[in-house]
């Protein structure tokens, strides 16, 4: 089955700097990869996802970029805000596995002002 | 504005006991979800349905059984609750390979 790793898993940044969180996947077939934020004590949230038919897509202050052919997406924020304070996961999924995700193990971002 | 509830916030029961966990879905969506999280272990998938009276095992289905009935309600059982089961529990749905929509998730504490 398709197996996620996540790094860092605490990740602290200066108001303003950038963060970056790296997931690699180990299965050809995922072709589906969203990032979620859940902030402390609420549910999970989508805040970008990519497909495999490109190889960045930006949202505003987020970015994901997608390398297919060393399997690994990585999640970029820009000018980070205290607000931005909060647990991402990555996950990955293939079409024939009826949306079954699979998630990396979290990175808690703390923004420090 | 896609709604999934769950039955429960906070549940403690003792070990042994049969503990059911609801979720419902209000979006028509085909896929649903049961997750369990653990600090440091992420999101766990414990089983998931893709259609009514569908089910599919996910990585840890040891203890649990779930039971859809109706497209909007997918059901969680512990059979037997064992204290390694004490957890947050997150239900989602989905569409097609797309957003999966949480819930609010339900604390178990089994004594």
């Known amino acids: 089955g398709e197996n996620v790793e996540q790094h860092p898993s605490t990740l602290s940044v200066q108001e303003g700097d950038s963060a970056v969180i790296k997931c690699t996947y180990s299965?050809?077939?995922?072709?589906?990869f969203p990032w979620y934020k859940q902030e402390l004590g609420k549910r999970p949230q989508l805040i970008i996802d990519?497909?495999?038919?490109?190889g960045e897509k930006k949202d505003q202050r987020i970015a994901v970029t997608l390398n297919k052919t060393a399997k690994h997406f990585s999640l970029h924020i820009t000018e980070t805000q205290p607000e931005d304070s909060a647990v991402y996961f990555c996950?990955?999924?293939?079409?024939?596995?009826?949306?079954?995700?699979?998630f990396g193990t979290g990175t808690q971002l703390k923004v420090e002002i | 504005d896609v709604k999934v509830t769950q039955s429960s916030r906070y549940l403690v029961k003792r070990t042994g006991e049969k503990v059911f966990l609801e979720c419902v879905q209000d979006?028509?969506?085909?896929?649903m979800f049961w997750y369990r999280q653990d600090p440091g272990l992420g999101l766990r998938l414990i089983y998931f349905?893709?259609?009514?009276?569908?089910?599919e095992k996910g990585d840890i289905p040891e203890g649990y059984s779930v039971s859809r009935e109706k497209k909007e309600r997918f059901s969680l059982i512990l059979e037997s609750a064992s204290t390694n089961q004490t957890s947050m529990y997150l239900c989602?749905?989905?569409?097609?390979?797309?957003?999966?929509?949480f819930g609010p998730g339900t604390r178990l504490t089994v004594l």
């Open positions: 979006m028509d969506h085909e896929n």
């Open positions: 989602a749905s989905s569409l097609q390979v797309d957003e999966q929509f």
């Open positions: 299965d050809s077939a995922s072709n589906y």
């Open positions: 349905s893709y259609d009514v009276k569908m089910k």
């Open positions: 996950a990955a999924s293939s079409e024939g596995g009826g949306n079954k995700l699979t």
């Open positions: 990519i497909r495999s038919n490109v």
